[in-house]
C-alpha cells in the first residue's frame, strides 16, 4: 500500500510540475517564449530601419524604447503574461504619415523574420490576425474629398 500511495505522489508531483498542454501551445511559446518575442521585435525594427522607405519613419526614435515595447505588444498579443507599457497606438503613429504601403511592407519584414525564425505557418497568421486591428491607428486616412 505505502508502495502505491508513494507512485500515485510521485505521479501527481510529476503532472504538476509539467506544463500543460493549454500553456505549451500558447502563440507565445510558438514564437519562443520571451527571448523569442524580444528577438522578434529587435530584428524588425532593425529591417525596417535599414529599409529606405520604412526608415524614415524611425528617425529620431529611441530604437531601443521601440523595441522594448514592440516585445511587450507581441508578448501580451501572444498571451505571455506581460503588460503593453507603451503609449496609444494612434498616439505614437500620429504625424509619421505611415501609408497602406508601408504598413503592408512592415507586415511582409514581420512574416519574413518570423519564416526565418523557424515560426509555422500557422502561428504567423495567429499573430499577424492580432496585430491586423492595429492598422487602423498606423495608417494615415486619406484626406477626405468633397
Known amino acids: 500500500m505505502k508502495r502505491f500511495s508513494t507512485i500515485v505522489g510521485l505521479t501527481l508531483l510529476l503532472a504538476a510540475a509539467a506544463p500543460s498542454a493549454a500553456q505549451s501551445s500558447t502563440l507565445f511559446v510558438h514564437l519562443g517564449g520571451e527571448a523569442g518575442v524580444e528577438a522578434i521585435a529587435s530584428q524588425l525594427i532593425d529591417a525596417a530601419v535599414a529599409d529606405p522607405v520604412l526608415g524614415r519613419s524611425f528617425k529620431d526614435s ?85
Open 62 to 146: 529611441n530604437l531601443k524604447r521601440v523595441k522594448q515595447h514592440l516585445a511587450e505588444q507581441l508578448c501580451k498579443l501572444s498571451d505571455g503574461g506581460c503588460a503593453y507599457t507603451g503609449d496609444d497606438m494612434r498616439e505614437v503613429h500620429a504625424g509619421h504619415d505611415i501609408s497602406e504601403r508601408e504598413f503592408y511592407a512592415l507586415v511582409d519584414l514581420l512574416n519574413g523574420i518570423m519564416k526565418a525564425r523557424g515560426i509555422a505557418l500557422a502561428d504567423r497568421n495567429r499573430l499577424l490576425a492580432l496585430l491586423a486591428p492595429m492598422k487602423r491607428d498606423v495608417v494615415r486616412m486619406p484626406a477626405a474629398t468633397h
